[in-house]
């Protein structure tokens, strides 16, 4: 009989230490496939930080050279407004016609004003002239051709 419960004792714990095992494998399995996905997610956030660091260096750099530029520009503008400013001789303003040509064209500007208000005076008090022959309008009557025979 002592072989017979040391046989039942056998099985039963065959079948224990089965489904022990296939429950701690499986959770084992999980538990690996979990530490597998956490791993990936640490790569991914690791590659993703090198990348915002790689940017945030690569703005800052940006910005100085920026600044670079604009602190040249600020001392090219002074010196360009340094040397507007400055009256040197050769920079005298020369004119379009020469002193006898001014004179003239103002000579010319006073006499046609002159002409103009001449003009104006006599033309005041008569009505416009009309060009066209009489009849010859738009809205006159038509005018009737006669037949020859």
Known sequence: MDWLIGLLLL???GVIGFFAARYVFLHTG??????????????????YRKD???QLATARQIASEVTDIQHRLNLFLQDSQQLLEQNKEWQQPLPFFAE?????????NIL???RRE??????????PR??????S???SPPVKEEKSN
């Not at 999980?30 to 590659?47: N, P, Y």
């Not at 006898?100 to 010319?108: A, C, D, K, P, W």
């Not at 001449?118 to 009505?127: E, K, L, Q, R």
């Open 100 to 108: 006898e040509t001014i004179r003239s064209i103002r000579q010319s």
């Open 130 to 135: 009309d060009y066209s022959e009489p009849g």
């Open 112 to 114: 046609n004003k002159e």
């Open 118 to 127: 001449d003009s104006d005076v006599s033309d005041t008090g008569a009505p």
């Open 52 to 54: 915002v660091t790689e």
């Open 11 to 13: 099985i039963a714990g």
């Open 137 to 139: 309008g738009l809205f």
């Open 30 to 47: 999980e538990a690996a496939e979990l530490q597998e996905q956490v791993e990936q997610a640490r790569q991914q956030f690791e590659a």
